[in-house]
């Protein structure tokens, strides 16, 4: 069965203040891992996809990195603007259907 | 394009009634998916679609039915509502290009659901 944890569960941090969150995964064939963003009452935005270990890519200040058994996000210089709920996802060469399993996600709070 | 619609946005239900959220897209998407999303929990695959008239079973999928008649529309419905199905519900689609290429979901933005 696919898992995926993230941690930590909330992150407070000040303007500028960089940092990272991790997602950790099990599946039995990575497809892709999957992050995306969610403010408040909203559903979740789209960020990045990642194939394979050693992977990265960026979208301004928000860099993912992928290893065979994690994630980082990694924040530089955040804004408050930056602050929402962070999830991670992945999709299981064994599923069908292009299923995601998500994790829980990590509430970034950024303050001014 | 409008991308993926929810219509309700907020519903409020008594036990044993039914109703059904309706998710449509323009993306011309073969995929599509309903999640319910509770605190602690994260989101939750229901059922998903991998083409029009086909259907099948996600994670959580008792309680739910849906149906996939036309491409742009997937309907989920609750035949009799229970206080366990307040949540958040969204919708997201997908389109594929081969077995290789990862497909990503774009989400809807969400119906907010309390059964009472």
């Known amino acids: 069965e696919d898992q995926v944890t993230q941690s930590p569960e909330a992150l407070r941090l000040q303007e500028g203040e960089s940092s990272s969150l991790n997602c950790s995964y099990t599946v039995s064939g990575l497809r892709g891992l999957f992050w995306y963003r969610q403010d408040p009452g909203k559903g979740p935005e789209f960020l990045f996809t990642l194939y394979s270990a050693g992977e990265e890519k960026e979208k301004e200040r928000l860099k993912a990195t992928l290893t065979k058994k994690e994630s980082f996000l990694h924040i530089t210089a955040p804004k408050p603007e930056d602050s929402a709920t962070y999830l991670c996802?992945?999709?299981?060469?064994?599923?069908?259907?292009?299923?995601?399993?998500f994790g829980e996600g990590t509430q970034l709070t950024v303050n001014p | 394009n409008a991308g993926v619609t929810q219509t309700p946005k907020f519903r409020v239900l008594k036990t044993g009634q039914s109703m059904t959220l309706l998710c449509a897209q323009d993306?011309?998407?073969?995929?599509m998916y309903w999640y319910r999303q509770d605190p602690g929990m994260g989101l939750r695959l229901i059922h998903y679609?991998?083409?029009?008239?086909?259907?099948a079973k996600g994670e959580v999928p008792d309680g739910y039915n849906v149906s996939r008649l036309k491409k742009q529309n997937f309907l989920l419905g609750l035949e009799s509502a229970a206080p366990s199905q307040t949540s958040v519900y969204f919708c997201a689609s997908s389109y594929s290009v081969g077995q290789k290429v990862q497909e990503t979901q774009y989400f809807g933005p969400g119906t907010r659901l309390l059964v009472l």
């Open positions: 679609s991998v083409g029009e008239g086909t259907t």
């Open positions: 993306m011309n998407h073969e995929y």
């Open positions: 996802a992945v999709q299981d060469l064994g599923t069908s259907g292009s299923r995601l399993t």
